[in-house]
């Protein structure tokens, strides 16, 4: 029903004396699922002391030897109890400001506007994080990557994870796609029907997990692009380590008319044990 327009005064048709109004619930933009810190390792995040660097020890692998009764000292003795240690070097300040005027958070009828910004930053900042720590994919093993732009396949996973298998890796494992390898892993049967498990693959959320290999299966959009598809991995939470030298630190500072919300962090992302993951390429970036 259209508004009769005999009862306006005609200041009212031009737009004139109408008062804008802004809404009270804000719109938030769509936000990708964050789940590095779930599949790399982040124990050394509050290790960090002095230093741009944090080298991380690696046992050594022992071996032995036939006893011989007639010697009285210690034999076949292994030289070192630890082998190459690792590291992660700290080398990432990143930061997320805002802005906000004096008269926008005088007038907003928008209420925790500023906490409302201070989030937002953060999640930027988590997601930069993400990116950094998924671009290090491409350094796992290659052996099984298979070609840019192919359909994920239960053969596959199998290559991957018997590979893994053969270098003696953890079998605590997870699986890093995007939404073409998920969609792909819908048409497996073994993935997806009651005949293979009692509980087949779905997503809640951005997590699932394939039953039948016991493996956590994590969907995000901030894989790092090949040519036609992304890389994605099969990987021991060891293959990566992160170190955040500084959380998130949040200021808020008064300027000459505006506020700005300061959002920076610190930290560090390497990998730690190539050969404890496995890179692939998924179907479509």
């Known amino acids: 029903m259209a508004w009769p327009t005999d009862r306006r ?24 699922s964050l789940v590095a810190n779930l599949v790399v390792n982040t124990n050394w995040a509050t290790e960090i002391k002095i230093g741009d660097k944090v080298w991380i020890p690696v046992d050594a692998e022992l071996s032995g030897g036939i006893v011989d009764p007639t010697v009285y000292t210690p034999g076949n003795l292994s030289t070192s109890v630890l082998g190459t240690a690792v590291s992660i070097t700290i080398d990432t300040w990143w930061e997320v400001n805002v802005p906000i005027d004096d008269s926008s958070a005088l007038q ?54 018997e590979g893994l298998d053969e270098a003696d890796i953890p079998p605590e494992r997870a699986l890093v796609g995007d939404p073409s390898m998920v969609a792909d892993c819908r048409k497996i049967d073994k ?21 039948p290999y016991d493996l956590p299966v994590y969907c995000t959009n901030n894989l790092t692009a090949a040519t036609t598809g992304n890389y994605g991995a099969v990987l021991h939470r060891d293959a990566i380590g992160v170190a955040i030298q500084s959380p998130i630190h949040v200021k808020h500072l008064p300027y000459p008319h505006h506020t700005i919300v300061f959002n920076d962090t610190i930290y560090g992302i390497d990998v730690l044990r190539s050969t404890f993951g496995a ?5 479509a970036s």
């Open 191 to 211: 993935f997806m029907t009651f005949d293979y498990s009692a509980n087949p693959f779905r997503l809640a959320g951005y997590r699932g997990r394939i039953e």
């Open 108 to 161: 907003t009828q928008i209420p925790q506007l500023m906490d409302k910004l201070t989030k937002n930053a953060g999640y930027a900042l988590r997601k930069k994080v993400d990116g950094d720590v998924f671009a290090t994919l491409s350094s796992l093993t290659s052996t099984w990557a298979g070609s840019d732009g192919q359909t994920f396949t239960d053969d596959l996973l199998l290559d991957i994870m």
């Open 9 to 32: 005064p005609s200041d009212i048709l031009t737009g004139e004396g109408v008062p804008q109004l802004w809404a009270t619930t804000v719109l938030h933009h769509t936000e990708s």
């Open 279 to 283: 890179y692939f390429y998924t179907r």
